[in-house]
């Protein structure tokens, strides 16, 4: 019976070699097209015989991608299907450019030993950042000095409560801000013209209108109520007090706290005083 098969018996060892085979001698003519198949290598049988970098894109004709079906392996980095793993070390996204995100199924999605703690989502034409773990918060941390601090807290377990300055804010967005730090904490509202006014929380309560000859104004729809469980109520010019409106057993008490000081009525009638009281 006649041979129609070259087997690994009718070939010595090591007589192919580099020396018996000219250069570009075997090349696509000589190949009938799916002749070579995976089967036809022996397991291990071409890994030591490939010089490094000897395999080039130039060395497969018309080549725009390479498929691997097991994957590709690099040191402890491994590159399977849709998945890119590397178990045993961190794992470095360098670029000279910018690195984008692009996930056509709107979120980019964060996990930690497979468990997902948090995602960015794009909601209509917002971003959407979300603490996918029950009750867990979202906070900003920064360096103060080289200490760590956290610098505004979220807390999902209180309905959103937000707190600048503190771990554990007291109100939520709905009823109000909380800002804490040490010292005098101030809230600054200022106006594009750059007009400015303070609320500061030290040993007082503060509102404060920064712009000389600035005026503040309370107005109400209903009433305005002056509630002081001190039971006084102060007036000042310059922080010197010109009058007081205590609570006593006897009823309201205006008090002048200026020595020889008037009360004086005064309607807008000419002028004139409607009551004098010395």
Not at 52 to 57: D, F, R, V
Not at 228 to 254: C, H, M, V, Y
Request: aromatic share 6%; glycine share 10%.
């Amino acid at each position: 019976m006649a041979l129609t098969k070259i087997t690994t018996s009718l070939v010595a060892v090591n007589t192919l070699t580099a020396a018996n085979i000219a250069d570009n001698t075997i090349d696509a003519t000589k190949i009938a097209q799916n002749q070579i198949l995976a089967r036809h290598i022996a397991a291990g049988a071409l890994s030591d015989q490939l010089a490094a970098n000897s395999i080039t894109a130039a060395m497969i004709p018309n080549a725009t991608a390479l498929t691997l079906d097991g994957g590709v392996t690099s040191g402890n980095t491994t590159i399977s299907s849709n998945t890119i793993s590397n178990p045993a070390a961190s794992m470095i996204l360098d670029s000279a450019g910018d690195i984008i995100l692009d996930a056509d199924g709107q979120d980019v999605i964060f996990k930690d030993g497979g468990t997902q703690f948090g995602s960015i989502r794009k909601n209509g034409n917002n971003i959407q950042l979300m603490a996918s773990i029950e009750d867990g918060d979202i906070t900003f941390h920064g360096d103060d000095g080289g200490s760590a601090i956290t610098a505004m807290a979220i807390d999902m377990s209180a309905g959103g409560n937000v707190g600048i300055g503190t771990t554990s804010p007291a109100f939520s967005t709905g009823s109000g801000l909380e800002i804490e730090r040490s010292g005098t904490a101030t809230l600054r509202l200022q106006d594009s013209g750059n007009k400015s006014a303070e609320i500061r929380m030290g040993s007082d309560l503060e509102f404060v209108s920064i712009n000389s000859g600035s005026n503040m104004v309370f107005d109400a729809t209903g009433d305005i109520v002056l509630d002081a469980d001190g039971g006084d109520i102060n007036l000042k010019d310059g922080g010197t007090e010109f009058l007081r409106i205590s609570n006593s057993s006897d009823g309201p008490q205006f008090y002048s706290p200026v020595s020889d000081k008037d009360f004086k009525f005064i309607v807008n009638f000419w002028n004139i005083n409607f009551l004098n009281h010395y």
